[in-house]
Nanobody, 126 residues
Framework: QVQLVESGGGLVQAGGSLRLSCTAS???????????LGWFRQSPGREREFVAL????????IYVDSVKGRFTIARDNAQNTFYLEMNSLKFEDTAVYYC????????????????WGQGTQVTVSS
């Protein structure tokens, strides 16, 4: 099993910034570098949607169009932690944000991920 613990959500004004963190632990975790990483978000009444991913090597990052140029995914394998840096936040970024990891290949599809964080609320005031 791998446990993921998120932190860093909160209330911010439009145009502001937040950094979400996701720290991995567990008996099944040899190294975070074995996993592909993902960030997803979910708003009330909507399905969980893909936000960003990074492959196990750190060489490939992919973003949903709506956050390109504003959000950055990063990883620190030594700390078993990965991040989502969010800048120029907009009201429509308001959601519960989830981190997730999976082995194998990268994916934008939530059901493909094996392990999930508990979610952290991000609220952007307009």
């Amino acid at each position: 099993q791998v446990q993921l613990v998120e932190s860093g959500g909160g209330l911010v004004q439009a145009g502001g910034s937040l950094r979400l963190s996701c720290t991995a632990s567990g008996r099944s975790l040899s190294s975070l570098s074995d996993y592909n990483l993902g960030w997803f978000r979910q708003s009330p009444g909507r399905e969980r949607e893909f936000v960003a991913l990074m492959d196990w090597s750190g060489r490939t990052s992919i973003y949903v169009d709506s956050v390109k140029g504003r959000f950055t995914i990063a990883r620190d394998n030594a700390q078993n932690t990965f991040y989502l840096e969010m800048n120029s936040l907009k009201f429509e970024d308001t959601a519960v944000y989830y981190c997730a990891v999976r082995g194998g290949t990268t994916s934008r599809n939530p059901p493909d991920y094996n392990y999930w964080g508990q979610g952290t609320q991000v609220t952007v005031s307009s």
